[in-house]
């Protein structure tokens, strides 16, 4: 389970300097896959990047199983897996070194069979990271998140780069994972919402705009579904400022 009570952040540690997140509060459930939809710079990856101790809170908290991640970092990073939108991966290595490396990090003695197979990784374990496709690291970065079998997935903009082929097997893997895992993904895709998501936040402007069900969004705006939803909370700043 994630849980965020009042989170803040900004990026300078300037008096009164902006605040990239404002006041977020979200309740992740283990069991369900949780999207955060938001316009580019909406504060998605900043939110993301605390709940996986990559930045801590300016104030509020963040809950990982339980454990405080500004307090236990170390804990929190070997609770969740994380699919950063840009990574960096160590492009000397060949995929299976590197695969190896991270499962060692974790103390994992081999890598996944089913786990290479589901993702396609086969071809790729000889070949050296920089010389893959965009597409192709895509799936490594994956393998590095759930290599150790993680409790807590969190999937920054997780079909980017994907082929439509790759995407529905992303998909699957994440819908597999889904009973005994908490999902947390970040997308401006409506589809990967509808195709993925039980529960939605919407964060506008670093602030949280809507969360609940496809549906109870969409009713809540008196809209016809999601997506006129969405259009109707970024196109109109008033709704979520008081
Ligand atoms: N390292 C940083 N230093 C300063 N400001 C940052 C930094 N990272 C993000 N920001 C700012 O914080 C705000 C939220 O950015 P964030 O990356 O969380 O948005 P996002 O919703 O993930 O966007 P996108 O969909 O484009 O990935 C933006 O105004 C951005 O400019």
Redesign the pocket.
């Known amino acids: 389970m994630i849980q965020l009570t009042a989170f803040s952040k900004s990026?300078?540690s300037r008096k009164n300097a902006p605040l990239?997140?404002r006041d977020f509060s979200m309740t992740c459930q283990t069991g369900e896959i949780t999207g955060i939809l938001?316009?580019?710079?909406?504060?998605?990856?900043?939110?993301l990047k605390a709940i996986c101790a990559r930045h801590f809170a300016t104030s509020g908290e963040v809950l990982v199983e339980g454990v405080n991640a500004s307090e236990n970092p170390e804990q929190v990073r070997n609770l969740t897996g994380f699919v950063a939108?840009e990574p960096n991966l160590p492009g000397e290595y060949t995929v299976e070194e590197y695969l190896n490396m991270v499962a060692e990090l974790h103390g994992i003695k081999e890598n996944n069979p089913l786990l290479i197979d589901q993702l396609s990784l086969e071809e790729l374990l000889h070949k050296k990271i920089r010389t893959l496709s965009k597409g192709q690291r895509e799936r490594v970065n994956f393998a590095q998140a759930l290599i150790y079998n993680p409790k807590v997935l969190v999937l920054?903009?997780p079909a980017s780069g994907l082929d439509p082929a790759q995407i529905l097997k992303m998909r699957s893997l994440v819908k597999s994972l889904k009973a005994d895992h908490t999902i947390l993904l970040?997308t401006?895709l409506m589809q990967e919402v509808e195709a993925l998501c039980d529960r939605v936040y919407i964060?506008h402007e670093?602030r949280l705009a809507a969360s609940g069900t496809a549906e109870e969004i969409a009713a809540q705006f008196e809209c016809k579904n999601l997506e006129e939803a969405f259009f109707k909370i970024t196109s109109a700043s008033d709704i979520v400022r008081e």
Request: aromatic fraction near 4%; charged fraction near 20%.
């Open positions: 990026y300078t990239a997140v938001g316009l580019n710079g909406a504060g998605k990856t900043t939110i939108e920054d903009e970040s401006h964060i670093g």
